[in-house]
């Protein structure tokens, strides 16, 4: 990782360690962590290139108020296949989370050990929120992890991605959310990625929303071996309706979107994207996340590639 993302990455993290616990303490200065929990986590991808990932985890949360607002740990056993190739690997990770549940204003972080094929890596993921205004919100994130294909991991490849999004309320339908990022693969390549996203909101009852997307990614190096999917110019714009509905405390939210992509200025074609997750209230003596996707695009092996998730949770106070 070269000063640049080190610096940055230095940055957002002091911000999640120094500034959520003075949110917090501002949102409820007197109320304290409830208890103790525990429970599964586990997620599972496949792909049409056969590749398929497993991984399977127990929590353990010394401290739990709520969903929203927790300490813990996770251990997680994962498993990559791919026709004769296999890999598994082990990590271990310190969980930290405070968001004001209204607003979704503060900070979530995840500091990891992760092993896998005689490579060891310090793995992060992290976000801040703030909003200045009523109408503005501005968000920081940074990740490092693996790259999940086999030539990747065989190789002990990883990346750093570091961004900001802006969402920025035009009146009381209408929001503006833009982000800016780059992306260093210890390969030595690198990633500008750059997104945009108008949301429509025709009404503020029904949880119904219409979206324009825009994204697009540089690459500063374009062969890397086929080690994974790597053009030197991508970009996709795709038209989603998104619909997010409460009932008694659980929240369903389901995405679908119809967009074209296009490869190094050349190459056009069409893309797809399904997102379905369903969260049981977050203050409760149990907690329960269910998340599936698909979505279809382009990759190395062909124009027709698909992707699939599944992901579940279950936190059990105590």
Known sequence: MTGLPRYLAAVALGCLVLTAPCRAEEEKANEKLAGMAFGPEFFLTSDSDDFQSRRVSVEFFPAFENADRYLGFRLGDY??????WQRTGKKISFLARSVETKTTDGGAI?????????????TLDGSYRLSPTKSTAVEFLVTRDWVETPKSLDRGIDFSFVGVAVDQGLGSHVTLVGLAAQQYFSDGNRRDHGRLRLIYQPSLDLGLTLQARYRTYRSS????????????????????????????????????GLGTETINHEFRQPTRL????????????????????????????GPSYQYRYLRGEWVILF
């Open 79 to 84: 498993q990559y296949k791919q026709g004769n």
């Open 110 to 122: 995840e500091v990891g050990a992760f092993e896998q094929g005689g490579h060891t890596l310090l």
């Open 221 to 256: 190096h374009e062969d890397v071996d086929r080690a994974y999917f790597n053009p030197k110019n991508y970009s996709e714009a795709m038209l989603a309706i998104g619909w997010r509905q409460r009932f008694s405390g659980w929240t369903l939210a389901v995405t679908a």
């Open 274 to 301: 399904l997102d379905v997750n369903l969260q049981s209230p977050v203050r409760g003596s149990q907690v329960f996340r269910f998340g599936a996707g698909y979505s279809r695009s382009t990759t190395f092996s």
